[in-house]
C-alpha cells in the first residue's frame, strides 16, 4: 500500500509540479512523509501511516497552512480563506488534491 501511495503522489506531482523540488522519507515502511517545494516559500507537505490509515494533505505558505485535506477522525478539506475550518467530504483522489493546490497557488499567488 505505501509504494502504491508514494508512485501515485509522485506522478501527480509531475503532473502538476514539474519544477517541485521533492524531499521524503519513509519510517519502518510504516510511515512515509513528503514535501514538495512547488514555490518560494510554498510547499505541500504529506503524511501517511499504513497502520492508522492516516493521510494528510497540507499546502503551506510562509510556514501557514492556506489548504489542505486528511482523514482525522473523518475525512474533510481545510478550504483556502478559511483553512482552519473542516468540511466533510468524501476521500479525494491525490490527483484532485494536487490540482486543487495548484488552482489555490494560481488565484493566491
Known amino acids: 500500500m505505501l ?20 524531499e521524503s522519507k519513509e519510517k ?4 512515509f512523509e513528503l514535501r514538495a517545494y512547488v514555490g518560494e516559500d510554498i510547499f505541500i ?3 501517511a501511516n499504513v497502520l492508522t490509515e492516516k493521510k494528510s494533505f497540507a499546502l503551506i505558505a510562509k510556514n ?14 481545510h478550504p483556502p480563506g478559511n483553512p482552519n475550518s473542516h468540511i466533510s ?3 479525494p ?6 490540482s486543487s493546490f495548484k488552482d489555490v497557488i ?3 499567488f
Open 3 to 22: 509504494n502504491e501511495l508514494k508512485e501515485e503522489l509522485l506522478q501527480s506531482l509531475r503532473k502538476h509540479f514539474p519544477e517541485a523540488r521533492v
Open 28 to 31: 519502518r515502511g510504516i510511515v
Open 45 to 47: 507537505e504529506v503524511y
Open 64 to 77: 501557514v497552512r492556506i489548504s489542505g485535506y486528511d482523514n482525522f477522525k473523518f475525512w474533510h478539506c
Open 89 to 91: 467530504c468524501d476521500e
Open 93 to 98: 483522489s491525490i490527483d484532485f488534491i494536487m
Open 106 to 108: 494560481g488565484k493566491q
